[in-house]
């Protein structure tokens, strides 16, 4: 039982350009979104989170875009760098972290 | 500060085989979990804790068990090693308020460790 998916299992783009990474939730119980960002033989590292409240949140190049009547949430990477290539989680939480369910992630590759 | 470590990175075991995998952090966080990773899967939560005598089941459990006696450590203890426990292990803490924040969601967030790579053979 997939609650969260991630559909693209990899991504390519130019340094420079836009990355739009893609996430779909089931569940409308889910009120709290992340997305981690982890490196080869490291643990996920927290990178930007949104509440259903919202439909937008910006940390400096990394945006995150909330559409709650689709369940679909994305993160913009604008611009791109050769240190964002790594693998992007997305999770979403009913109320509590220990509720969270996670994506399978996909792999961001930007070449300089 | 270390943050949250693991010990071992990696390790092989035999069928029936038990350990326990490591867990400490540094950061006096309430709340620990244990998730693990499959291949082209999502990280599943086994068990977490929010505090120290306090542990509850996550969503895959079975097999596993821990204890929290102490706010630093949360080891996980694989009693009769099987091939379907082969994965990456991941423990984590955060920060979080028990429940809600008033009029809203929780707003905290995890901090990983770097892994334990488990293969049962």
């Known amino acids: 039982d997939q609650q969260v998916k991630q559909n693209s299992p990899s991504l390519s783009v130019q340094e420079g350009r836009i990355s739009i990474l893609n996430c779909d939730y089931t569940?409308?119980?889910?009120?709290?979104f992340l997305w981690y960002k982890k490196y080869p033989a490291e643990g996920p590292t927290f990178l930007i989170s949104?509440?259903?409240?919202?439909d937008k949140n910006e940390d400096g190049r990394f945006t995150v875009f909330l559409n709650k009547s689709a369940k679909h949430l994305s993160l913009h990477i604008v611009p791109s760098q050769p240190g964002d290539s790594a693998v992007y989680f997305c999770?979403?939480?009913?109320?509590?972290?220990?509720?969270?369910?996670f994506g399978a992630g996909t792999r961001l590759t930007v070449k300089p | 500060n270390a943050g949250v470590t693991q010990t071992p990175k990696f390790r092989i075991l035999k069928i029936g085989q038990s350990m326990t995998l490591q867990c400490t952090q540094d950061?006096?966080?309430?709340?620990m979990y244990w998730y693990r990773q499959d291949p082209g899967m999502g990280l599943k939560l086994i068990y977490y804790?929010?505090?120290?005598?306090?542990?509850d089941k996550g969503e895959v459990p079975n097999g596993y068990n821990v204890s929290r006696s102490t706010t630093e450590d949360f080891p996980l203890r694989l009693e009769l090693a099987a091939p379907s426990q082969t994965s990456v292990y991941f423990c984590?803490?955060?920060?979080?308020?028990?429940?809600?924040?008033?009029?809203?969601?929780?707003?905290?967030?995890?901090?990983f460790g770097p892994g334990t790579r488990l293969t049962v053979l």
């Open positions: 984590a803490s955060s920060y979080s308020k028990v429940g809600r924040l008033a009029g809203g969601p929780s707003t905290d967030t995890q901090y």
């Open positions: 950061m006096n966080h309430n709340y």
């Open positions: 569940n409308s119980m889910f009120d709290y």
């Open positions: 804790s929010v505090g120290a005598g306090i542990t």
């Open positions: 999770a979403a939480s009913a109320g509590s972290l220990r509720d969270m369910r």
């Open positions: 949104i509440s259903s409240i919202k």
